[in-house]
């Protein structure tokens, strides 16, 4: 997330639609210039048009003092937003602010932490509709490093849905999906007993996407 100036609040990562663009190009410009990633899975999830959700909880947010009167005034118009998820492996993410950012920062979506305007109600809904869609989008595919540990697959599904699942039940679902290949290696460099590296099936995984993984988490 961005760390406004001058300010505590926290904004996601966003930017206008210019003329020549569509939706998606603009999006996948915006995430560019964020990231510094090209060719990431993004899927559209909401219209943000609420008619006083760009008003700032106070006349004059601090990052606009100082400003010409031409951009205080850009900034109080309407604004209606178009939500999009990105799935990136964050290890390959160079996080860059933009011009009204002191940084660009992993904050947590649980992280009580103070965000401009409806930001924080974007990320609900996003949350929201990336739990519905755990069966249907590549997920793990996309978030995860190429190899990986049952465990890292299995916080992973509990950071996306927000609390604690069963070790043995997840690896028994998760297996009987049949969308991974156990590979002959073990993560090295723990204190414990090193457990065993997975990697997914790309086209077993492809299909079962394609036929929706059965089951609820």
């Not at 947590?108 to 996003?126: C, G, L, T």
């Amino acid at each position: 997330m961005l760390r406004l100036k001058h300010t505590d609040a926290y904004g996601l990562p966003g930017g206008f639609l210019k003329h020549e663009e569509t939706l998606e190009q603009a999006a996948e410009r915006t995430l560019k210039e964020r990231t510094g990633l090209d060719n990431i899975f993004l899927k559209q999830f909401n219209v943000f048009s609420d008619p006083y959700r760009d008003k700032p909880k106070k006349d004059d947010p601090e990052f606009l003092k100082n400003k010409p009167p031409e951009i205080v005034a850009f900034f109080k118009k309407r604004f209606i937003s178009v939500g999009f998820y990105a799935l990136v492996e964050f290890s390959k993410v160079n996080p860059q602010p933009d011009a009204l950012s002191e940084s660009c920062e992993w904050i947590s979506p649980f992280a009580d932490v103070e965000m401009f305007i409806d930001h924080k109600d974007i990320i609900d809904k996003a949350l929201t509709t990336l739990r519905i869609q755990l069966n249907q989008q590549p997920i793990g595919l996309k978030l995860l490093p190429r190899k990986f540990t049952m465990p890292q697959l299995q916080k992973l599904y509990e950071t996306i849905l927000g609390r604690e699942l069963d070790r043995r039940n997840f690896q028994r679902k998760i297996l009987s999906y049949k969308i991974l290949n156990k590979l002959n290696e073990r993560k090295t460099g723990g204190a414990h007993k090193a457990p065993f590296l997975y990697e997914f099936n790309r086209e077993s995984y492809k299909k079962a996407l394609e036929d929706g993984l059965s089951g609820i988490w």
